[in-house]
């Protein structure tokens, strides 16, 4: 009876699999969303008893449901399939529970949704454990997934070179294995370069993405590339067509009931609203990107968003408000060191010094943000706007901690000094 039960059930998931990724993404999901628990419960009896190929092809197309249904509940279903292999194989039928087939391939799966909340750590040492059974193994699918997770989590460290050579070998093994998440690893290439400030070549790459989630009708996958157009777009200076693009893909995450993707667009959005001196609105669409964020547990929307609230909170004045976004993002940053962020937050607090009038001080801190290697030059462009009449000519004179060879604790004593 469990045998037929498991059958049927995982016979509709795999029959689904095309509709989630296609035009009939939202039916296929609302109807097996009813019958989630029997689902789960079908894919753990396989996961326990069925032969390594037919369990990885429905791994697979689980994970297309859960990237639609929703991805922190993936990702624990993913981890207890696992967990449950590996309590209940006999002692003497794995030696090694980290190399087993079925369970490599869940936690593979896992990974990638990790990733995608922004659980860097958790993904990485999953993605990082999976990887030489997976390469052993010859399984394609779950090794580009493990390459994509440790490229984005490269690039959220501020390694954009490593980063992009691991999201392009990640791309020609998915493509050439046929991995229906593919297309998403060129999402993350295009936010590569964005962070590196090529904004022309990662809206090529975006687009591109675009192009191939609209020839196959996966909406999901055009909202994703729209809101990171949006990113490109306004390092290019169109802010009112990356406002554009962040609105378009919004009202897809909102009838797909997305909440990542809307806290990614609510939050870009914001940015887009401060270049355009829309402070209010700025402000509003941070705090709902941070509500988002806060209930999925998303640790770079949170700090992202914590950012663009001090910027907004400049904006309207609000100095002492501005601070402590600055201040809690600097500090959420580096406890998940997120390099990134941390030099964003501390070019947020550069221009609150300049704002409280210590003006020596904020010229040293942003001259060690510009000088950074790893600092994206979109959030120079952000605060540059509040610092006011700094001579770059002036700068480049200065000595102090100016220059990403000098400490980071120097600066952070600079800043305690100077804010108190």
Not at 99 to 122: C, K, M, Y
Not at 335 to 352: K, N, V
């Amino acid at each position: 009876v469990r045998g037929r039960h498991c059958r049927y059930y995982v016979d509709l998931l795999i029959q689904r699999e095309d509709d989630f990724l296609g035009r009939g993404m939202l039916q296929a999901r609302d109807e097996l969303r009813q019958d989630a628990e029997n689902v789960r419960a079908a894919v753990r009896w396989a996961s326990l008893h069925w032969d390594t190929q037919p369990a990885r092809r429905m791994l697979i197309a689980l994970l297309s449901f859960y990237v639609v249904q929703g991805w922190y509940e993936g990702a624990d279903v993913f981890a207890d399939i696992a967990r449950v292999r590996g309590e209940t194989l006999p002692a003497d039928s794995i030696s090694d529970p980290s190399t087993d087939p079925i369970i490599v391939s869940a936690r593979a799966h896992q990974a990638f949704l990790q990733t995608n909340l922004g659980q860097i750590d958790e993904s990485e040492t999953v993605s990082k454990a999976c990887l030489g059974a997976l390469e052993e193994l010859g399984f394609q699918e779950e090794l580009s997934e493990c390459l994509h997770n440790m490229g984005v989590n490269a690039s959220f460290r501020g390694r954009y070179e490593q980063a992009q050579e691991l999201l392009e070998e990640a791309i020609l093994l998915g493509r050439e294995c046929g991995h229906p998440m593919w297309p998403t690893y060129l999402l993350w290439l295009g936010h590569v370069y964005f962070l590196l400030g090529e904004y022309e070549r990662g809206l090529l790459t975006l687009r591109k993405s675009y192009d191939l989630f609209d020839q196959h009708g996966t909406l999901w996958g055009t909202a994703f590339a729209l809101s990171k157009m949006g990113l490109a777009s306004d390092g290019l200076g169109d802010h009112s067509q990356a406002m554009a693009y962040h609105r378009e893909g919004l009202s897809v995450f909102e009838r797909m009931d997305n909440r990542a993707g809307k806290g990614y667009c609510l939050s870009r959005m914001g940015m887009s609203a401060t270049f355009l001196e829309d402070y209010a609105g700025a402000m509003r669409l941070g705090q709902e990107g941070y509500q988002v964020f806060e209930e999925i547990g998303h640790r770079w929307g949170l700090c992202t968003s914590l950012c663009g609230m001090g910027f907004a909170q400049i904006g309207l004045g609000r100095i002492e408000d501005a601070k402590n976004c600055f201040e809690e993002a600097l500090q959420e940053a580096k406890e998940d060191r997120m390099l990134p962020l941390t030099l964003y937050a501390l070019a947020g607090l550069a221009c609150i010094l300049m704002q409280v009038g210590e003006r020596e001080s904020a010229l040293e801190v942003f001259r060690y943000v510009r000088d950074h290697p790893q600092i994206p030059t979109i959030y120079l462009a952000m605060a540059r706007r509040w610092l006011g009449d700094l001579d770059p000519a002036t700068m480049r004179r200065h000595g102090g901690v100016g220059g990403a060879e000098q400490s980071m604790d120097a600066v952070e004593e600079l800043l305690a000094r100077a804010l108190g």
